[in-house]
């Protein structure tokens, strides 16, 4: 990738859509977890092999493996070794590195987003009280005015829409971890602030509805046990598998027969069947013509030969 991450979400996609020939799906799912513990450049990764071991719910050995041979790939590198029992192994993830694309569905580069407007020498507006900063700034005024500018009614307006959906997005973290508790029973074991933060990230992403269902469709999943240390992990690295499916399910309700379509279908169903194979009635003879039929039958029997 010929640039840098730009955030833990820009990182973490740029991380699921990694490609390369020598890479399995496991080794594809180690570097996922991997991500959760990294800053935005893909630095300072230490979990832990047991952490990850139990993310991944196989062997500490095999998670050993499978570094091994992500190191082998330059797809990470170690930074610092382990020292004793409780220093475990510093990774970088290796953006630089042609495997992780510098695109992917849904990315926006910077240049792409055109330049900024000029918000004017007032850049924070919605501070009450800058100090001698707001007094410098102040001092810069050529005349005098009555009220805010046009520039800082904009810059509060969108710092207020800034607030409401980041406000929005914890409110939807805090409605999945009260669904957990609902079905669990229990709080989980653990879940680390990075954890919540990359899930408002997700909210904030893809919108409120998009996040609750996918959370629903992985409660019901329920890809965890009672061994399992962060639960939450797996909700984080397999998001796109869990959007994907709601996005399913929604093709399939729309497409889901409703009441009036089966009785319409129905009725020409029937049509069609008797159409082809209904026999047509004959009309049944009188009374009359039934009885000289029977005399005229028995006086031909009687006639003598």
Not at 15 to 40: D, N, Q
Not at 124 to 134: F, I, N, S, V
Not at 154 to 181: G, P
Request: aromatic letters at 8%; proline letters at 6%.
């Amino acid at each position: 990738m010929n640039r840098k991450p730009t955030s833990l979400y820009d990182l973490r996609m740029v991380v699921a859509c990694v490609s390369h020939s020598h890479l399995k799906t496991e080794h594809r799912e180690f570097l996922k977890c991997l991500a959760l513990f990294a800053e935005p450049d893909g630095s300072k990764v230490h979990p832990g092999f047991e952490k990850l071991a139990a993310m991944m719910q196989k062997s500490e050995e095999t998670v050993r493996r499978y570094a091994r041979h992500c190191e082998t790939l330059a797809l990470i590198e170690v930074t610092q070794p382990p020292y004793g029992k409780k220093i475990s192994t510093e990774w970088r993830i290796c953006t630089e590195h042609d495997a992780f694309p510098g695109e992917y569905p849904g990315f926006r580069s910077t240049a792409s987003r055109g330049p900024k407007a000029d918000l004017g020498p007032q850049k924070l507006p919605y501070k009450a009280d800058l100090g001698p900063q707001k007094q410098q700034e102040n001092s810069f005024r050529s005349t005098p005015t009555c009220g805010p500018t046009t520039n800082q009614h904009q810059l509060q307006h969108h710092h207020q829409q800034d607030e409401t959906a980041i406000d929005d997005a914890k409110a939807c973290v805090v409605e999945l971890l009260k669904k957990f508790v609902e079905q669990e029973g229990q709080a989980p074991k653990n879940i680390a602030n990075k954890h919540k933060a990359a899930m408002a990230e997700l909210a904030l992403e893809h919108g409120r509805e998009i996040f609750l269902r996918a959370g629903r469709v992985w409660l019901r999943a329920s890809p965890w046990n009672s061994k399992t240390e962060w639960p939450f992990a797996s909700f984080i690295s397999g998001f796109d598998g869990y959007a994907a499916e709601v996005d399913y399910d929604k093709k399939v309700e729309s497409q889901r027969l409703t009441p009036e379509i089966i009785a319409e279908s129905n009725r020409i169903a029937n049509a069609l069947h008797e159409a082809v194979w209904a026999v047509p009635e004959k009309e049944e003879p009188s009374a009359e013509a039934f009885l000289d039929e029977a005399v005229t039958d028995n006086g031909s029997d009687g006639e003598v030969q």
